[in-house]
């Protein structure tokens, strides 16, 4: 049953047992089981992606979507973060794209998911429609925002990525890495003005990225004066 595999798999990760043994496990109860549940698909399928195992991911997965052709939200969520960890953003694109026109609720972990897929494939528009649907009053991660603030940089969009760096930390959902990647992208620009609003004293004094940074600008903004 359900319970029993999960223990089985629980103790397998916890082992010291060679990794390649572990995946074919986790392969082999998909190929010997005629009804595998849904949630130990999930399961499996994110042990398969810590351990990186490529190949036994793309057959397990093969035999999910076969198994689960119309998978809850919870199994579509994770059929996405497989195909993102294979590299397949389209692939994984695909399927949010039907889980939209079904009309079911958009979970945000799903959504989380689609903003890395969109940062993956470098699609501005994708992230945009994923950024301006999601509820935000929850959480879409650090991880996706800081995808999405990264995107907007490298598309140069730096005021965009600026107010949603604003937005985001109000709700403390802002990772240092894009803090330092849009700070740093402003001052390259010689947009010292839209830096300068990003600047606090705390930051200053306990941020040492931002610190020597905001040494630049502020002594920049001097000598333009």
């Given at each position: 049953?359900d319970?029993?595999f999960?223990a089985i798999?629980?103790g397998f990760s916890?082992s010291?047992?060679?990794?390649?043994?572990?995946?074919?496990?986790c392969?082999?109860i998909c190929?010997v089981y005629?009804?595998v549940?849904e949630s130990?698909?999930?399961?499996?399928t994110?042990?398969?992606?810590?351990?990186d195992?490529?190949?036994?991911?793309?057959?397990?997965?093969s035999?999910?979507?076969?198994a689960y052709?119309?998978?809850?939200?919870?199994?579509?969520q994770?059929?996405?973060?497989?195909y993102?960890?294979?590299?397949q953003?389209?692939?994984a694109w695909?399927?949010f794209?039907a889980l939209?026109?079904?009309g079911l609720?958009?979970?945000v972990d799903?959504l989380k998911v689609?903003?890395?897929v969109?940062?993956m494939?470098q699609?501005?528009?994708?992230?945009?429609e994923?950024?301006?649907?999601y509820?935000?009053?929850l959480?879409?991660g650090?991880s996706?925002?800081?995808?999405?603030?990264?995107?907007?940089?490298?598309?140069n969009?730096l005021?965009?990525?600026?107010?949603?760096?604003?937005?985001?930390?109000r709700?403390?959902?802002?990772?240092?890495?894009a803090?330092?990647q849009l700070?740093?992208?402003l001052?390259?620009a010689?947009?010292e003005?839209?830096?300068m609003q990003?600047?606090?004293?705390?930051?200053?004094?306990?941020?040492?990225?931002?610190?020597?940074?905001?040494i630049?600008?502020?002594?920049n903004?001097?000598?333009d004066t």
């Open positions: 049953n319970k029993f999960k798999l629980n916890k010291s047992l060679p990794s390649d043994i572990f995946e074919f496990f392969v082999d190929t005629s009804r549940p130990l698909y999930c399961t499996m994110t042990i398969l992606i810590t351990h195992a490529i190949q036994e991911l793309r057959v397990m997965l035999m999910f979507e076969e052709p119309s998978p809850s939200e919870v199994g579509i994770h059929m996405m973060q497989a993102l960890h294979l590299k953003g389209a692939t695909r399927i794209e939209k026109t079904g609720p958009l979970h799903v689609a903003m890395h969109a940062a494939e699609d501005l528009a994708r992230a945009e994923v950024y301006n649907v509820n935000h009053t959480s879409l650090k996706a925002v800081e995808a999405y603030i990264i995107l907007l940089i490298k598309h969009q005021e965009r990525a600026l107010l949603v760096y604003k937005n985001e930390k709700r403390k959902h802002v990772s240092d890495e803090l330092h700070f740093a992208a001052v390259q010689d947009r003005d839209l830096a990003m600047l606090s004293r705390e930051q200053l004094e306990d941020d040492a990225k931002i610190g020597f940074l905001g630049v600008v502020l002594w903004s001097v000598v």
